[in-house]
């Protein structure tokens, strides 16, 4: 069963960081993408950045330089990195899976979804 977990959410005060990680099961990395996006109340689900089967890195323009992706094959987790975080990076975070090493930016790419975990940066 293909299946991903986010986790390591919580609240955060601004300039602080935060580590999330996505575990996934049912599939492995070697033909697949991870991408993480954000959803803020009432805002369209956003792509914050992507890494390919060969550790290829992406990153949204608004969290780029704040923000790196990483994987642990053995783990079967993939992990994003935030640092120097905002009240505007308030939202829930998803990891989401597509087949293939291409670049791909919209959510309507992606197949399968984690049911998401709250970042909330406020002091």
């Known amino acids: 069963q293909v299946q991903l977990v986010e986790s390591g959410g919580g609240l955060v005060q601004p300039g602080g960081s935060l580590r999330l990680s996505c575990a996934f099961s049912?599939?492995?990395?070697?033909?697949?993408?991870i991408g993480w996006f954000r959803q803020a109340p009432g805002k369209l689900r956003e792509f914050v950045g992507r890494?390919?089967?060969?550790?290829?890195?992406n990153y949204g323009d608004s969290v780029k330089g704040r923000v790196a992706i990483s994987r642990d094959i053995a783990k079967n987790t993939a992990y994003l990195q935030m640092s120097s975080l905002k009240p505007e990076d308030t939202a829930v975070y998803y990891c989401?899976?597509?087949?293939?090493?291409?670049?791909?930016?919209?959510?309507?790419?992606?197949?399968?979804w984690g049911q998401g975990t709250q970042v909330t940066v406020s002091s």
């Open positions: 989401a899976v597509v087949s293939g090493s291409g670049y791909y930016t919209r959510p309507q790419s992606y197949d399968l």
């Open positions: 890494i390919n089967s060969r550790g290829e890195t």
């Open positions: 049912g599939f492995t990395l070697d033909d697949y993408a």
